[in-house]
């Protein structure tokens, strides 16, 4: 019977511990959409303005980076593993913006996203020319 996973809010007095591990997985999602640069993201996780999220097992299945400005949190960047498994923990993250008084919450990423995610809409587009 395979391990439940479990979604940790890394304390921002710890992150420099944890951000080895789970930088590539950040990093990944990142390279994958070009909407963030990573140095940006990783800066802002490391000085505590963006928190750090892991879907824990036995080892990190997923790593995500959050946002919170004027209301809404904005979900920076979210790659992992059997994506099945931790997709129900954006709940977690949901409950903690609503707590934090969010009234929105945001995802940068790919169109696919609005697939596998239950009550989020595309809400904007981005439109790009390349020169």
């Known amino acids: 019977m395979p391990s439940s996973v479990d979604l940790i809010?890394?304390?921002?007095?710890?992150?420099?511990?944890?951000?080895?591990?789970?930088?590539?997985?950040?990093?990944?999602?990142?390279e994958r959409t070009g909407l963030s640069?990573?140095?940006?993201?990783?800066?802002?996780?490391?000085?505590?303005?963006?928190?750090?999220?892991?879907?824990w097992s036995e080892q990190i299945e997923?790593?995500?980076t959050t946002?919170?400005?004027?209301?809404?949190?904005t979900l920076t960047a979210?790659?992992?593993h059997q994506r099945e498994r931790w997709l129900?923990?954006?709940?977690?993250i949901e409950k903690y913006a609503k707590d934090e008084g969010c009234s929105t919450l945001r995802l940068y990423g790919r169109k696919g996203?609005?697939?596998?995610?239950d009550g989020y809409r595309v809400e904007h587009v981005i439109l790009e020319k390349g020169l």
Do not use: N
């Open 88 to 92: 129900p923990l954006f709940a977690t």
């Open 9 to 30: 809010c890394v304390d921002p007095a710890r992150v420099h511990e944890f951000w080895p591990f789970a930088s590539g997985l950040i990093k990944t999602a990142i």
């Open 113 to 117: 996203w609005e697939r596998v995610l």
């Open 67 to 73: 946002h919170l400005s004027r209301g809404v949190c």
């Open 78 to 80: 979210c790659s992992g």
């Open 62 to 64: 997923a790593a995500a």
């Open 37 to 55: 640069a990573f140095e940006d993201i990783e800066k802002q996780v490391l000085a505590g303005e963006q928190l750090l999220w892991l879907a």
